[in-house]
């Protein structure tokens, strides 16, 4: 996650070989990709929530929107890329602790939702992401990225089998997160330094 941090933190990241890159506000990467030349296998991920009115800019700006937790931004983001003749690829967020300050689907409704997100033309469903608690309960973040985990592969196989991928995890869980089978990791601070 290169969010707050200005151009040279995704260079680094590239020269690396980390080429995933996680941003959340619109006008900050416009702003830090001003003048740059990204990477040639660099990918921007949009990460965070995102406002109905901003989601074209989205669409155009992004690779990957990484963070969609409402039916009607997956119906905003397929019109958007269908008007620049675009497959947008998108991570359902899920809300498995039910958590009432973070977005995303519940459990009960992701299944129903992958589906109907499946028959959306304009954009490919590659993955689910997770938002981890605000807890320091090991055994608590472990049930639930598990569980986020059982969830993605029963999509992958009954669903849409372009969802293949897990987005889960950041520097203070991550070690549970690659045990519990994420394929995505955002990192930022233990990558780059303390955020202001």
Do not use: W
């Amino acid at each position: 996650m290169t969010k707050t941090f200005n151009f040279s933190a995704i260079k680094s990241a590239t020269q690396n070989k980390v080429f995933n890159i996680g941003e959340n506000k619109i006008q900050e990467t416009k702003e830090k990709m001003l003048g740059n030349i990204l990477h040639p296998k660099a990918s921007i991920h949009y990460i965070g929530r995102i406002q109905t009115n901003k989601v074209k800019q989205a669409v155009e700006k992004y690779d990957v929107i990484q963070s969609v937790g409402r039916i009607k931004e997956l119906k905003k983001i397929n019109s958007c890329a269908k008007n620049i003749k675009k497959k947008q690829k998108i991570f359902l967020q899920i809300n498995i602790s039910k958590t009432k300050t973070q977005s995303g689907f519940l459990s009960k409704e992701i299944i129903e939702v992958a589906q109907k997100a499946k028959e959306l033309p304009f954009k490919k469903n590659i993955g689910i992401m997770k938002i981890g608690e605000n807890t320091n309960n090991k055994k608590n973040i472990k049930d639930n990225f598990l569980e986020t985990q059982k969830i993605q592969k029963k999509i992958e196989k009954e669903v849409d089998k372009n969802c293949t991928e897990l987005s889960m995890g950041m520097s203070q869980d991550y070690k549970i997160a690659l045990e519990s089978g994420t394929t995505f990791l955002r990192l930022g601070t233990m990558l780059f330094k303390q955020r202001k």
